[in-house]
C-alpha cells in the first residue's frame, strides 16, 4: 500500500516536538470539555473530586493512596473511552444494527465493571479503616 503525499495528510499528524504535546494537550482539554456535558461523565467526575481529596486521607500509605484515587480516575478513563465509542458509533448510523449495539453494550460493561472495582476497593478501605 503506498503512502498518500504528504499534503493529503492530516497536518496533525506531521507535528513534533513541543508543538504536537501543546496541540495534544489542547485536544486533550476539549475532550474533557465536551464529556463534561455528557450527563454520566458529569456525576462521575463529581464523585472523583470527592473521591481523589479522600484518598489522602483514607489511605494509610502511598500504596492505599494510590489505588482509592486510581480507580476513582479510572472510572473517568473507562467512561471517556465509551463515550468515544458511542460517539463513533452514532457518527456512522443512528440506524439499530447488531454490532453497533454489541459496542455500546461492551462499552457500558467496561464502565459498569470500573464501577464495581472503585467501589470494592472503596469499600475494603473503608472496611479495614473503621471496622478491622
Known amino acids: ?8 495528510v492530516n497536518p496533525q499528524k506531521s507535528r513534533t516536538g513541543l508543538s504536537r504535546f501543546l496541540h495534544a494537550g489542547k485536544y486533550s482539554l476539549q475532550g474533557l470539555q465536551a464529556a463534561w456535558f455528557e450527563p454520566a461523565f458529569r456525576q462521575e ?3 472523583a473530586f470527592i473521591l481523589v481529596p479522600a484518598a489522602f486521607w483514607l489511605g494509610q500509605s502511598w500504596e492505599q493512596t494510590a489505588l482509592l484515587a486510581g480507580t476513582a480516575i479510572l472510572v473517568l478513563i473507562v467512561e471517556l473511552l465509551n463515550t468515544g465509542i458511542e460517539a463513533a458509533i452514532d457518527r ?3 440506524e439499530w444494527h447488531e454490532l453497533s449495539k454489541k459496542a455500546k453494550d461492551m462499552g457500558t460493561a467496561a464502565v459498569f465493571l470500573s464501577l464495581w472495582l472503585c467501589g470494592a476497593v472503596w469499600a475494603a478501605a473503608l472496611y479495614h479503616r473503621f471496622i478491622a
Open 1 to 8: 500500500m503506498t503512502q498518500p503525499p504528504q499534503d493529503l
Open 45 to 47: 467526575a463529581i464523585c
Open 92 to 94: 456512522v448510523g443512528l
